[in-house]
């Protein structure tokens, strides 16, 4: 079903409560104080930004997270139930640059609250960007926490100053991520191959070349036998021995490629499923994975 059309039969079904509900301010600024629950409710577009919104607001907010665990948020589509979910929030944490194609359906039906980009300030000098995978570079992140703590500022300032202390110090810990993964990766080569183009903001901030399986920024395009005779030739001219799998996905395209060059399989998460570990855990792992296809 077409979302606009999805959406507009939702709006239909979808009543909120006023009464429960007092709201301040401009539409630019939304302010909303629930006679229930005095918190911030928040809702993430997927599992990094709920991790970034939870390190923000802490026990002042109570973050949902909005694509189910073992979704692909490139595919998903929200349900009746999430779009009631939204509608009762007073914050929608987004990473923007249309990695969320249900927005501007949401907005279009009267959705009361704010929807926060926090892609704002990073590529707007950057004109025709399509690949949404900036949370992987640490250095974007690190705005994305900004935006957020900024956000939750706004529309709570009674603890302006618990969100920002909060962001500070988590933008401390980015900051040591940051400069490990600089210090390094600084001797090492630069090619590796990646399996969906999700790495290009991250290889850019390293000084790394990524080559891709698979061309699209969707993990999900297809591989030809073409691509394949491509990505095994262009391993063997940069005498690559590592190709990277991901995390949910099947390595049985990865080992094929491998197999032909003499090499193994490893993962690089794009962490945009839920997973056992956190942001910094699992970008310190995608470190280490790099530094053994790299630092030889």
């Given at each position: 079903?077409n979302?606009?059309?999805?959406?507009a039969?939702?709006?239909?079904?979808?009543?909120?409560?006023?009464?429960s509900?007092?709201?301040?301010g401009?539409?630019?600024?939304?302010?909303?104080?629930?006679?229930?629950?005095?918190k911030l409710?928040?809702?993430?577009?997927?599992?990094?930004?709920?991790?970034?919104s939870?390190?923000i607001?802490?026990?002042?907010?109570?973050?949902?997270?909005?694509?189910?665990?073992?979704v692909?948020?490139?595919?998903?589509?929200p349900?009746?139930?999430d779009?009631?979910?939204?509608?009762?929030s007073?914050?929608i944490?987004?990473?923007?640059?249309?990695?969320?194609?249900w927005?501007?359906?949401?907005?279009?039906?009267?959705?009361?609250?704010?929807?926060?980009?926090?892609?704002?300030?990073?590529?707007?000098?950057?004109i025709?960007?399509?690949?949404?995978?900036?949370?992987?570079?640490?250095?974007?992140?690190?705005?994305q926490v900004?935006?957020?703590?900024?956000?939750?500022?706004?529309?709570?300032p009674?603890?302006?100053?618990?969100?920002?202390?909060n962001?500070?110090?988590?933008?401390?810990?980015l900051?040591?991520?940051?400069?490990?993964?600089?210090?390094?990766?600084?001797n090492?080569?630069?090619?590796?191959?990646?399996?969906?183009?999700?790495?290009?903001?991250?290889?850019?901030e390293?000084?790394?070349?990524?080559?891709?399986?698979?061309?699209?920024?969707?993990?999900?395009?297809?591989?030809t036998?073409?691509?394949?005779?491509?990505?095994?030739?262009?391993a063997?001219?940069?005498?690559?021995?590592?190709?990277?799998?991901?995390?949910?996905?099947?390595?049985?395209?990865?080992?094929?490629?491998?197999?032909?060059?003499?090499?193994?399989?490893?993962?690089?998460?794009?962490l945009?499923i839920?997973?056992?570990?956190?942001?910094?855990?699992k970008?310190t792992?995608?470190?280490?994975?790099?530094?053994?296809?790299?630092?030889?």
């Amino acid at each position: 079903m077409n979302i606009q059309i999805k959406f507009a039969i939702i709006a239909i079904a979808v009543v909120i409560p006023l009464s429960s509900i007092a709201v301040y301010g401009t539409n630019t600024n939304h302010q909303f104080t629930t006679i229930e629950n005095p918190k911030l409710q928040v809702v993430s577009s997927f599992s990094t930004l709920d991790e970034f919104s939870q390190e923000i607001g802490q026990e002042k907010v109570d973050a949902a997270l909005l694509v189910p665990i073992g979704v692909e948020p490139h595919d998903w589509e929200p349900t009746i139930k999430d779009v009631q979910q939204m509608q009762k929030s007073d914050l929608i944490v987004i990473n923007g640059i249309g990695f969320e194609n249900w927005v501007d359906s949401l907005d279009e039906n009267n959705y009361q609250g704010r929807i926060i980009d926090t892609s704002i300030g990073i590529l707007d000098d950057k004109i025709g960007v399509s690949d949404p995978h900036i949370w992987l570079n640490p250095v974007y992140a690190k705005i994305q926490v900004q935006n957020i703590a900024l956000a939750f500022s706004d529309s709570d300032p009674e603890n302006e100053e618990f969100y920002h202390t909060n962001a500070a110090n988590y933008i401390e810990k980015l900051d040591l991520l940051d400069s490990k993964i600089r210090n390094e990766l600084s001797n090492c080569n630069s090619d590796f191959i990646a399996f969906h183009d999700a790495f290009s903001y991250f290889a850019d901030e390293y000084d790394l070349n990524q080559h891709t399986i698979i061309p699209s920024n969707n993990s999900h395009g297809d591989v030809t036998a073409k691509t394949l005779e491509n990505v095994i030739s262009t391993a063997k001219k940069l005498n690559i021995k590592v190709i990277f799998s991901e995390e949910n996905v099947s390595t049985r395209t990865s080992e094929i490629i491998a197999n032909e060059i003499g090499g193994k399989v490893l993962i690089l998460y794009p962490l945009e499923i839920v997973s056992d570990g956190t942001y910094i855990s699992k970008m310190t792992e995608n470190l280490e994975n790099l530094k053994e296809a790299l630092c030889w």
